[in-house]
């Protein structure tokens, strides 16, 4: 297996773009996670999904933040209007109930 | 929140010493984590201690876990250059399976 692939690896958007980011889980995984990561607030867990459904977005930190998994190999994360504070590392990390995971390479975001 | 906190922040040891991790976390647990990550790299798994459990090795890694005191350590014996790295502790909580890290230890290793 290959791991979890994220894309993009690298996004540079301006100030008020969309960005979509990307993330294929392992296959059989039933929990997909999304993470941010910044030097000042570390590693926050936005959502989780299990089954592909959403089952805790409280990490989501605004409105302008949502994420999809419409279905068991596919995951997105948009932030639409995008905003220079949303510039981080955005981590995709699947798994089982409980056990270990598995992260992906991260998609570092600039926004301008 | 519920973030653990790793503690020290930053440490730098000689090639073939020893280097000790600790992290203490907030609520009960049912495991807690630990993982590497290089630097612009994702993380990658290490080991996992169920709360029943008051120690664990993998090589040369060695984990405990104090429930009473909410706190984990981690220890690196005979430390190689490779280990450089900063190490994360994670812990799942009581209810559903959120995953918090927390805020890391960055270790050098120094050939």
């Known amino acids: 297996d290959a791991g979890v692939i994220q894309s993009p690896r690298h996004e540079v958007t301006e100030m008020g773009q969309e960005v979509t980011l990307r993330c294929k889980p392992i296959?059989?995984?039933?929990?997909l996670f999304w993470y941010r990561q910044t030097m000042m607030r570390g590693l926050e867990l936005l959502i989780y999904?299990?089954?592909?459904?959403?089952?805790?977005d409280s990490g989501m930190p605004e409105d302008r933040f949502s994420a999809k998994m419409p279905n068991a190999s596919f995951s997105t994360l948009k932030i639409q209007p995008s905003e220079p504070r949303d510039s981080a590392v955005y981590f995709c990390?699947?798994?089982?109930?409980?056990?270990?995971?598995?992260f992906g390479s991260g998609t570092q975001l600039s926004v301008l | 929140s519920q973030q653990g906190e790793e503690d020290p922040q930053a440490l730098s040891i000689q090639e073939g010493e020893n280097a000790t991790m600790n992290c203490s976390y907030k609520?009960?647990?049912?495991?807690l984590q630990w993982y590497r990550q290089n630097s612009g790299r994702g993380l990658v798994h290490l080991i996992l201690?169920?709360?029943?459990?008051r120690e664990k090795h993998s090589g040369r890694l060695r984990v405990t876990l104090d429930t009473s005191k909410k706190s984990s350590s981690l220890l690196i014996t005979a430390s190689r250059a490779a280990d450089t790295a900063s190490y994360f502790c994670?812990?799942?909580?009581?209810?559903?399976?959120?995953?918090?890290f927390g805020t890391g230890t960055s270790l050098t290793v120094i050939p």
């Open positions: 609520t009960s647990i049912n495991n």
């Open positions: 999904f299990n089954n592909n459904v959403p089952i805790d």
């Open positions: 994670a812990t799942d909580a009581n209810t559903g399976n959120q995953f918090y």
């Open positions: 296959s059989g995984h039933d929990y």
């Open positions: 201690i169920r709360s029943n459990e």
């Open positions: 990390a699947t798994g089982f109930l409980r056990e270990k995971l598995f």
